[in-house]
């Protein structure tokens, strides 16, 4: 499952997500499920035909990502591994920032995030002149709707009807992203 909020130039993407770390930290190494929650950039293209053609829209780079996980077997609502990377380099994240707020209360840390533009790209050394002041506007006036999404999204994952392990294999670890492009 996959959510796009998309503004002028930056937008969220939500889905859910299955995951088995190749490489775990110690003490998560089972299988991990919840939620991904990633800033990205959206690019419009050119019409390619008519004025009445549809155009092309690349959702782009990440900025800064959010993952509401958990043990795969644990009851609902542990968020034991939650975390975000509030540094990504290109499309590589930095290492996973645990903070104890995020993980007691995610959908309110969300909420506080995307309703601070200010501080959420100071905190992922983002540049100001990366998200114009309409975008930030839009992503604080999106943010209840977005949050409420990712809360539908975690109760459908935690029913069972998403984040669930597929029989893909790469390099001998069961991966699933039901979003595969996240």
């Given at each position: 499952m996959l959510y796009a909020f998309a503004f002028e130039r930056v937008g969220v993407v939500v889905s859910d997500l299955y995951f088995l770390d190749p490489k775990p930290l110690q003490g998560q190494e089972t299988p991990e499920?919840?939620?991904?929650?990633?800033?990205?950039?959206?690019?419009?293209?050119?019409?390619?035909?008519?004025?009445?053609?549809?155009?092309?829209?690349?959702?782009?780079?990440?900025?800064?990502?959010?993952?509401?996980l958990q043990d795969a077997a644990a009851a609902p609502n542990t968020f034991d591994r939650t975390h975000h990377h509030p540094n990504i380099v290109g499309w590589e994240p930095g290492p996973r920032t645990f903070v104890k707020e995020l993980s007691d209360d995610p959908l309110a840390w969300l909420s506080s995030k995307l309703t601070d533009i200010p501080g959420l790209l100071r905190e992922a050394g983002i540049s100001p002149d990366e998200i114009s002041a309409a975008d930030a506007d839009s992503l604080r006036t999106a943010a209840p709707e977005i949050v409420d999404t990712v809360r539908r999204v975690l109760e459908r994952v935690w029913a069972g009807e998403l984040a669930r392990p597929t029989t893909d294999v790469d390099a001998g670890a069961v991966t699933s992203m039901r979003a595969s492009w996240l």
């Open positions: 499920r919840g939620v991904r929650l990633e800033m990205r950039v959206f690019e419009s293209g050119e019409l390619t035909g008519s004025l009445y053609a549809a155009r092309p829209i690349t959702i782009g780079r990440p900025l800064w990502r959010v993952d509401l």
